[in-house]
């Protein structure tokens, strides 16, 4: 009966967004409880596995606000596997820099020193998840993500789809800003010619008509998405046969503004005639430009 329980525990870095990914996964109908003890976690999961259908998918967050009780995480886990009832641990994180924005805007106290200075406690944090870390399933840096962007994480990770399809997510970016953490392939597309440069291209973004047929009036780039949509061909179907279940690409220019976002949205499409479940998001770019376009 335990197979049928989905049970997911929700840990990481204080500020990283645990809050927000719990109420991402209410939305997706889980039975949420924050905060919980880790001593607590093996009983939960047993009155879960008692409930037959009445409560199949469940979260739980624990982190570092349980103090002591944290520190029997470890034990809860094992626990749940002597008694073989299936979990999956979600870790967020983000950079020293971004997590020490988020608490000066939100003007919160770390949990580990409410008194004392954020960088201090931080660091305390991260190197006491280490080892939790290390036993995550799934880890997501929440760094460059707007809540959108995590959600739809979250979603791709977690979310109903049928077991043997593949589901790709195509991401723009600008490498400025740094390379996705998670992308499993990385395109650059800074070997094209830059709508940046041209002063009526330049507040618009790869999503604009304009903007697309400048990107893609050059030679080099129709040469350069033939050989990649070749390579494509190739790949997505054996990855299928070995069981990979989710596939990014990233497709990267200098600012994430222009090339990158036209060439993504076309290798999206192509990705989508081919038949699989396929996500285009645009990390750079605002969300009221964005456009973000998936199949589910």
């Known amino acids: 009966m335990s197979a049928n329980l989905k049970f997911v525990i929700i840990t990481g870095l204080s500020g990283a967004g645990k809050s927000e990914a719990m109420r991402c996964f209410e939305d997706m109908g889980y039975f949420c409880v924050d905060n919980l003890p880790p001593a607590l976690v093996p009983k939960f999961a047993e009155l879960c596995v008692q409930s037959a259908e009445r409560v199949n998918r469940v979260v739980v967050v624990c982190d570092i606000r349980g103090g002591e009780f944290f520190n029997s995480l470890f034990e809860a886990l094992n626990e749940l596997e002597s008694k073989a009832i299936p979990y999956q641990i979600l870790y967020l994180e983000a950079s020293q820099e971004a997590l020490v924005r988020r608490y000066k805007e939100t003007r919160r106290r770390h949990p580990l020193a409410p008194q004392g200075r954020i960088v201090d406690s931080l660091a305390t944090e991260r190197l006491r998840l280490e080892g939790v870390r290390g036993r995550a399933h799934h880890i997501i840096d929440t760094t460059h993500m707007s809540t959108r962007q995590m959600h739809a994480e979250i979603k791709r990770f977690f979310g109903e789809r049928d077991s043997e399809s593949l589901s790709v997510a ?110 285009i998001d645009h990390r750079d770019i605002s969300d009221d430009q964005s456009h973000v376009d998936s199949v589910v």
């Open 170 to 279: 195509i991401v723009s970016f600008g490498f400025k800003n740094g390379i996705p953490l998670d992308a499993d392939m990385i395109f650059d597309v800074r070997f094209l010619p830059n709508p940046h440069y041209v002063a009526s291209l330049k507040p618009l973004t790869g999503n604009d008509p304009a903007v697309e047929e400048y990107v893609f009036c050059w030679p080099n780039t129709q040469r350069f998405v033939e050989k990649v949509t070749d390579l494509l061909s190739f790949l997505l179907p054996q990855f299928v046969n070995e069981g990979k279940t989710h596939l990014i690409i990233g497709v990267g220019c200098t600012g994430g503004q222009h090339r990158s976002v036209a060439v993504a949205n076309n290798l999206g499409h192509f990705v989508r005639s081919l038949g699989y479940q396929t996500r």
